[in-house]
């Protein structure tokens, strides 16, 4: 994508996320997302197809923890921790599911060491957020939303992979692994 103004950019992805997941009988469009807006703009793109929409998002209460644009740490809660905003895409038949990102470290004060990293990383040479397009699809398959080996699309706003998801235990496994088939920036 050329297009510089980020709105265009989103709708561009999107349209071509839904057509991608179209063209290729993928059922489910996996997302992951802090607030209400975006999803819903996704999911008017969905209209009426038969693709379902499933939304992935942090653990319910906890604080996260941005840098300002002074360099300040503020303590934020998303959009997605309201009962109300999580109805709202309810109401619509779009699947929120909360929970803990596969690869966050749990937190030990004055210890900061997550083995995890290293395949954040790596996942991410592929492009920026790559790492989260996994999680959120791992997620699903390890809540039963998807079944492990099922071809999904997976997403955020910048990108998005064409894959089979598997459980999280299983991310590296020989035979039951996810398996990226395609990735679109």
């Known amino acids: 994508m050329i297009n510089n103004n980020n709105a265009d950019n989103l709708k561009e ?110 996942l991410n040479l592929f492009g920026n957020g790559m790492d989260i397009i996994i999680q959120s699809a791992l997620m699903t398959t390890d809540a039963g939303i998807t079944e492990p080996g099922e071809r999904v699309v997976s997403m955020n706003t910048q990108m998005f992979a064409d894959l089979n998801t598997a459980n999280s235990r299983f991310l590296f496994h020989p035979e039951k692994k996810v398996l990226i088939n395609e990735i679109y920036k």
Do not use: C, H
């Not at 993928?26 to 802090?34: L, N, P, Q, V």
């Not at 644009?69 to 309201?82: F, N, R, V």
């Not at 749990?106 to 990293?117: R, V």
């Open 13 to 122: 992805l999107f349209e071509e996320t839904v057509s991608y997941a179209e063209k290729n009988n993928i059922g489910k469009i996996i997302i992951f997302a802090k607030g209400t807006e975006n999803v819903l703009k996704l999911k008017e793109e969905i209209g009426d197809k038969k693709i379902e929409l499933i939304v992935t998002t942090f653990p319910m209460n906890q604080v996260l923890y941005i840098e300002n644009d002074e360099g300040e740490i503020e303590e934020t809660y998303p959009e997605l921790y309201s009962k109300d905003e999580r109805n709202k895409l309810e109401q619509k038949d779009i699947r929120v599911l909360p929970g803990t990102l596969p690869f966050e470290a749990i937190i030990i004060p004055g210890y900061d060491n997550n083995p995890y990293n290293v395949i954040s990383k790596t």
